[in-house]
């Protein structure tokens, strides 16, 4: 069974960056994509971006497009998403996730990560 861990996460300015890593507890991972998702307060949690483990294949959501990256590792046990020129509705609890479906959906991803915190300022 996967298990996922994601860090980086903090309080950063209005047009800073922040990287968030997606670490896989085994090289034993049991899904083929890898999706971040956030949730602010009072809103329902919405995908950022999708990566295939193996094919390197993305997706992204169309108000991060341009500022969001999403890469991964050689040993394609972590995933990052290199966040730039960040504006305060990116302001969320950030998740990593784990699915077997190439959709930027949370319906087709059943492991999730514990979360990091992004907050932006000004």
């Known amino acids: 069974q996967v298990q996922l861990v994601e860090s980086g996460g903090g309080s950063v300015q209005t047009g800073g960056s922040l990287r968030l890593s997606c670490a896989a507890s085994?090289?034993?991972?049991?899904?083929?994509?890898v999706g971040w998702f956030r949730q602010a307060p009072g809103k329902e949690r919405e995908g950022v971006a999708v990566?295939?483990?193996?094919?390197?294949?993305?997706i992204y959501a169309d108000s991060v497009k341009g500022r969001f990256t999403v890469s991964r590792d050689d040993a394609m046990t972590t995933v990052y998403l290199q966040m730039n020129n960040l504006k305060p509705e990116d302001t969320a609890m950030y998740y990593c996730?784990?699915?077997?479906?190439?959709?930027?959906?949370?319906?087709?991803?059943?492991?999730w990560g514990q979360g990091t915190q992004v907050t932006v300022s000004s």
């Open positions: 996730a784990a699915g077997s479906s190439y959709k930027l959906s949370v319906n087709f991803f059943d492991y």
């Open positions: 990566i295939g483990r193996l094919s390197g294949s993305t």
């Open positions: 085994t090289y034993h991972v049991s899904r083929r994509y």
